[in-house]
């Protein structure tokens, strides 16, 4: 039996916003449907090519099937044989930085949480005689004439309204949440449809009979607190009574930077998983370089056949930008564990994936050295010490490739890698 208690936890003292969630349908696929618009209609599933690939995006007919992003090729095929499989190839990027112009256009408090979604805080405009639906109906307008994309909006006084306004609205509409029905939008709708509420937290409400979120809210907060912890027990409260006090943020701080590789087939070729080590560390080093950061923290990631997967944290002796300093580390720290070592030919055990990270971003301590070595106390080339400084090496490539294209010099390790043989 579940306490019920009608008090709240906090008091929230928050000037009225108007908030809009703009989420672009079926992205992935709509902008694939761009150069292949015969398809339309059709079931479309977009994944890169490979044994091992996971869905990206499906179309609505496909979902009719059960496919869903996240999912195995293999799997979604198996749901849906006649599928159209669509590469990668679009220029989302492009269509992204239009989509975020659009927006930016009626508000200057644009965040982007993802290539196709953004908040929107419309309380200015609001506040000046503007009507946020107009804004909303005007903005998907443009997106669908100068892009050809559907988008669908939500509008609400906080990004937790608004963000499930949006979803409820698709495909392609418009749902308005005001203040004053809050309570009559959540009180009929399932406890999952909460954002932030994933599957266990679901199960758990269910079992104690909360399947509701007017059984949410009608909870005693002390034992939501007791059940799943203060920080999440005092977020269902206020979620249950559309509470959210969280401002729209133009800028985020980038707190790391990672990228990672699964094999076509598990490999136990030393050299194929150091190449592919050395080319994802040079991507993430230019990447730092790009945005004027250094890391000071690594974490490694490996997996073997069977989905076994293991995790390592690596400190650096200091800051660096190098994706070769980088390399270096990764390399040396997989040996020493004998999962993979230049020395020799095979890893004990067939790897599935590998994958780096930068953590402990800074922007501190970025002058560089003038000299492409380290120097002793006296200012000369130490003999144990004879080595690249790498960073140095990797900026002056950086404008050598700015000036002359991103394939005018590359290192000689990462060509094969970079070429993808």
């Given at each position: 039996?579940?306490?019920?208690?009608?008090?709240?936890?906090?008091?929230?003292?928050?000037?009225?916003?108007?908030?809009?969630?703009?989420?672009?349908?079926?992205?992935?696929?709509?902008?694939?449907?761009?150069?292949?618009?015969?398809?339309?209609?059709?079931?479309?599933?977009?994944?890169?090519?490979?044994?091992?690939s996971v869905v990206c995006s499906a179309s609505y007919e496909a979902r009719q099937y059960g496919v869903r992003s996240a999912m195995p090729l293999s799997r979604a095929l198996?749901?849906?044989?006649?599928?159209?499989?669509?590469?990668?190839?679009?220029?989302?990027g492009h269509y992204s930085r239009s989509i975020m112009s659009i927006l930016g256009d009626e508000s200057p408090l644009v965040e982007q949480i993802s290539v196709d979604e953004a908040f929107v805080d419309l309380t200015g405009a609001y506040k000046h005689g503007q009507n946020p639906v107009d804004i909303a109906q005007r903005v998907r307008a443009r997106i669908k004439d100068e892009?050809?994309?559907?988008?669908?909006?939500?509008?609400?006084?906080?990004?937790?309204?608004a963000k499930m306004a949006s979803t409820g609205s698709k495909p392609n509409g418009l749902w308005v949440i005001p203040p004053a029905r809050v309570?009559?939008?959540?009180?009929?709708?399932?406890?999952?449809?909460?954002?932030?509420?994933?599957?266990?937290?679901?199960?758990?409400?269910?079992?104690?009979?909360?399947?509701?979120?007017?059984?949410?809210?009608?909870?005693d907060p002390a034992w939501l607190i007791q059940t799943f912890g203060a920080a999440q027990g005092e977020h269902l409260y206020a979620m249950a009574r559309?509470?959210?006090?969280?401002?729209?943020?133009?800028?985020?701080?980038e707190k790391s930077m990672g990228a990672e590789h699964t094999f076509a087939t598990d490999t136990r070729?030393?050299?194929?998983?150091?190449a592919v080590l050395l080319y994802l560390s040079l991507q993430i080093g230019q990447r730092l370089r790009a945005r004027s950061k250094r890391t000071a923290s690594l974490s490694i990631k490996y997996r073997y056949a069977g989905f076994e997967t293991h995790t390592r944290s690596v400190r650096l002796d200091r800051p660096t930008d190098s994706g070769m300093d980088l390399y270096r580390?990764?390399?040396?720290?997989?040996?020493?564990?004998?999962?993979?070592?230049?020395?020799?030919?095979?890893?004990?055990?067939?790897?599935r994936l590998v994958g780096v990270s930068a953590t402990k971003l800074s922007d501190e301590g970025l002058d560089m050295q003038a000299s492409l070595f380290d120097m002793d106390e006296s200012g000369?080339?130490?003999?144990?010490?004879?080595?690249?400084n790498w960073s140095a090496v990797e900026h002056a490539m950086d404008t050598i490739r700015q000036r002359f294209g991103a394939d005018s010099v590359r290192l000689a390790q990462g060509i094969d890698i970079k070429r993808g043989e």
């Open positions: 039996m579940v306490a019920r208690n009608p008090q709240p936890v906090r008091a929230q003292a928050v000037e009225p916003r108007v908030i809009m969630h703009l989420d672009m349908d079926a992205f992935f696929v709509n902008v694939e449907l761009l150069a292949n618009p015969a398809l339309r209609g059709t079931p479309i599933i977009v994944a890169p090519l490979g044994a091992r198996a749901l849906c044989p006649q599928a159209h499989v669509l590469p990668l190839e679009g220029n989302y892009l050809q994309l559907p988008a669908s909006a939500g509008l609400a006084p906080n990004k937790l309204l309570q009559e939008f959540l009180d009929p709708l399932p406890v999952g449809k909460l954002w932030g509420v994933g599957a266990k937290s679901r199960e758990k409400l269910n079992n104690y009979g909360v399947e509701r979120i007017a059984q949410l809210r009608e909870c559309g509470q959210d006090d969280r401002p729209v943020i133009t800028e985020r701080e070729e030393s050299e194929q998983v150091l580390a990764v390399a040396s720290e997989l040996a020493g564990l004998g999962v993979a070592d230049s020395s020799v030919e095979y890893t004990p055990r067939a790897l000369a080339i130490a003999e144990q010490k004879r080595q690249p």
